[in-house]
Nanobody, 125 residues
Framework: ERQLVESGGGLVQTGGSLRLSCAVSGITFDDYAIGWFRQAPGKEREGISC????????HYADSVKGRFTISSDNPRNTVYLQMTTLNTEDTAVYYC??????????????????WGQGTQVTVSS
């Protein structure tokens, strides 16, 4: 069974940090790219970062560039999103998703095939 499970969300103050984890099972990890997305109430789902385990080249949305870092632990089939200097605009449900690595738009949600259930991140002022 293909499964992506996010963890690490929570409540943090402005300026704080969190690390999200995405544990992947049921797919060949090296064949897939893993993306992180977020959706705030009343807003569309936004692609924020993506990594391919084979080449490790990350992609970031401008809104998080310089503050968020994506990384991959291949032996553990886990992708992390380290988030720093958080602000209230980062409050959202965060999702990870998987797509077969290849030619695709790394930050476009419709490109992805498998999704986790999401984890809530709330940044208080």
């Amino acid at each position: 069974e293909r499964q992506l499970v996010e963890s690490g969300g929570g409540l943090v103050q402005t300026g704080g940090s969190l690390r999200l984890s995405c544990a992947v099972s049921g797919i060949t990890f090296d064949d897939y790219a893993i993306g992180w997305f977020r959706q705030a109430p009343g807003k569309e789902r936004e692609g924020i970062s993506c990594i391919t385990s084979t080449d490790g080249s990350p992609h970031y949305a401008d809104s998080v560039k310089g503050r968020f870092t994506i990384s991959s632990d291949n032996p553990r089939n886990t992708v992390y999103l380290q988030m720093t200097t958080l602000n209230t605009e980062d409050t959202a449900v965060y999702y990870c998703a998987a797509v077969v690595a290849g030619w695709f738009d790394p930050l476009q949600p419709r490109e992805y095939d498998y999704w986790g259930q999401g984890t809530q991140v709330t940044v208080s002022s």
